[in-house]
T-cell receptor, first 115, second 109 residues
Framework: NAGVMQNPRHLVRRRGQEARLRCSPM?????VYWYRQLPEEGLKFMVY????????ESGMPKERFSAEFPKEGPSILRIQQVVRGDSAAYFC?????????????FGPGTRLTVL | QKEVEQNSGPLSVPEGAIASLNCTYS??????FFWYRQYSGKSPELIMS????GDKEDGRFTAQLNKASQYVSLLIRDSQPSDSATYLC?????????FGSGTRLLVRP
């Protein structure tokens, strides 16, 4: 989907470093979701944000993970002090507020590898 | 805990056959259901949405929803090798999507 943009596409970090993942939603979309997909597993919800607001972060690990969606610029998912278990694909999705049915469109993902 | 269940497969069908993928869900409050296709190493691609009981057809794809049985299915007619992928079923729950673990479909030439 050409609309939702994520970068970097691949990110390698050593244990203890920080990872910053960025997501720009489709034009006209102001709702952003982050999902994580561990190897050979399904997608798991992490956090739901609107501009300058965290709506639902019930899927976020309590420590080391944070997310923001500032008034200007992309949404950021930040992982501090990464561990090997953080290695996964992280997907961002967005949807239009005009949609009544929560159709979410995914970006290409960021594949995080922790050495 | 709200869940969406799918058979992991693989489901193997010959080219030209109908592939039938199934999904059950536990959250009776879910109103919208989605099928995503995911090729290996790629991101999920939305292929069907369904909100009402019954069938919804789009090209070779038909989605079926039965809210009383909490059951969603996807039929792919005239399956092609290019349909080989993992199909993810998802239901909305409090404006987030709950995904099943996916069914791997293999279409044999």
């Amino acid at each position: 989907n050409a609309g939702v943009m994520q970068n970097p596409r691949h990110l390698v970090r050593r244990r203890g470093q920080e990872a910053r993942l960025r997501c720009s939603p489709m034009k006209g979309h102001s709702h952003v979701y982050w999902y994580r997909q561990l190897p050979e597993e399904g997608l798991k919800f992490m956090v739901y944000l609107q501009k300058e607001n965290i709506i639902d972060e019930s899927g976020m690990p309590k420590e080391r993970f944070s997310a923001e969606f500032p008034k200007e610029g992309p949404s950021i998912l930040r992982i501090q002090q990464v561990v090997r278990g953080d290695s996964a694909a992280y997907f961002c999705a967005s949807y239009a507020t005009e949609s009544s049915y929560n159709e979410q469109f995914f970006g290409p993902g960021t594949r995080l590898t922790v050495l | 805990q709200k869940e969406v269940e799918q058979n992991s497969g693989p489901l193997s069908v010959p080219e030209g056959a109908i592939a039938s993928l199934n999904c059950t869900y536990s959250d009776r409050g879910s109103q919208s259901f989605f099928w995503y296709r995911q090729y290996s190493g790629k991101s999920p691609e939305l292929i069907m949405s369904i909100y009402s009981n019954g069938d919804k057809e789009d090209g070779r794809f038909t989605a079926q929803l039965n809210k009383a049985s909490q059951y969603v299915s996807l039929l792919i007619r005239d399956s092609q090798p290019s349909d080989s992928a993992t199909y993810l079923c998802a239901g909305d729950s409090s404006y987030k999507l709950i995904f099943g673990s996916g069914t791997r479909l293999l279409v044999r030439p």
